[in-house]
């Protein structure tokens, strides 16, 4: 219960995260898409106004018309006719007005125009103090009396005050107004524009797949590292109880054991002597349990010394011939010519093979068939265990090793993970392959000397 509670809390949680690393990359991905189409357009904009005025003041110097801005006009604008044609036939121009020092139209392209005052014309103001001014309007929403003016069904404008400065004194002496409708600008704008928010589209897709895979393979660590923290204390526990019931259960069981074998000794009637043999394999495989607690929970497992597999093979199956015999199992065993020697220790590689032999045991209940082999295989050595029992069913593989994963009747849970242990301190490999109502295969691989 509650492995499946911190799994919900664990989905949750990856989902609460994945929502709000969601929210926030579509709030960056937003901002930075509307900011940065903002400066590319401020951006060309102002550009256009640059290059603009720079070809105006070029086409001031040509001709000259400073003595106009300061002296006098004519309504139909004869003397300025050719520079304000120039500018006039400029791509994209719509209107161009050119002001006097004291606010008043002097010239435009719309006669109407001429002669005419627009007060609180901020823009107009800055222009006569020296600076560039581009503001970009919509036709829609008209906020100065000259826009009223402009021709209609367009959807906006750019609107350019440039400063015109006397040839040799460098001081202002009027200002030229252009509107212009750019066609080409605005293309360029909405491409930008596109552009910016396809790639950040594009850039917050990618960092959201990145979000939850990272979630994902998370989550997945929390959770491998919770089962391994729950694994750790399972064993903590076990180490308490096994120290004591070790230092408990030891002399109680060598008692029973003797008496045991005594009463064995001195009786030989069938009824009693059935009873005894039941009661020893009992104690046997008590003492086994104690003996698996007790290896397990150690730390540290002594490499050993040199040790013949032979030998290990030779002395599990005098442990187990016995119950062997009993239940009508045969055992068959393959072993090269030639010494197999590995370094490990032989008394924890023999509780090793006995207890893989007692699960295959175990597995056939109504007799069958173990076999016991060892090969060279390169520089290993191969050792394999076999039966013809009941089969391990595909569900049950994955944890077959996980301490106190039982899935037989009486069983503590502690053979396979204590058997793994093993052998991989003796820096081996154990592989089990099992197919139900055929058999188990077991293949240990250590290293040779």
Known sequence: MTLITDSMHNNNLKSWLFAIGLMVILLISSGTSYLLSEFIEEHLIRRDAAV?????????????PTG???????????????????????PDVARINAYSTNNIIVWSSDSAMVGQQFPENHELEEALEG?????????????KPEHLLLAAGLEWFIENYIPIKDSQTQSIVGVVEIYRIPIALSKSIAEGKKLIWVFTSIGGLALIITLFIMLHFSNRHIQKQQQSLIKQIRLNTIGEMA???????????????????????????PAITD?????????EQFDNWLNELQVFTHDEVSLGSTTNISEVLQNSIEHISARSERMGIKIFKTIPDTELLVRADSALLIQVMVSLCSNSLDAMPQGGQLILESSASGSDAVIRVSDTG?????ENIEHIFDPLVSHKKGGLGLGLALARKI??????SININSTVGSGTNITIILPTI
């Open 131 to 143: 600076e560039l001014v581009y503001e970009k309007g919509d036709i829609s929403k008209l906020t």
């Open 390 to 394: 009941l089969g391990i069913p595909p």
């Open 68 to 90: 106009y801005f300061k002296n006098s006009y004519e309504r139909d604008g004869s003397n300025l006719n050719d520079f304000f044609n120039d500018i006039a036939h400029m």
């Open 243 to 269: 120290s004591s019931i070790a230092q408990s259960m030891n002399n109680a069981v060598s008692t029973i054991r003797t008496a045991t074998k005594n009463t064995l000794a001195e009786n030989s009637e």
């Open 52 to 64: 603009l005025e720079d070809f105006v003041a070029k086409m001031s110097l040509h001709h000259d």
């Open 275 to 283: 009873n005894m043999d039941e009661i020893l394999f009992e104690v």
């Open 423 to 428: 052998i991989l301190r003796f820096s081996g």
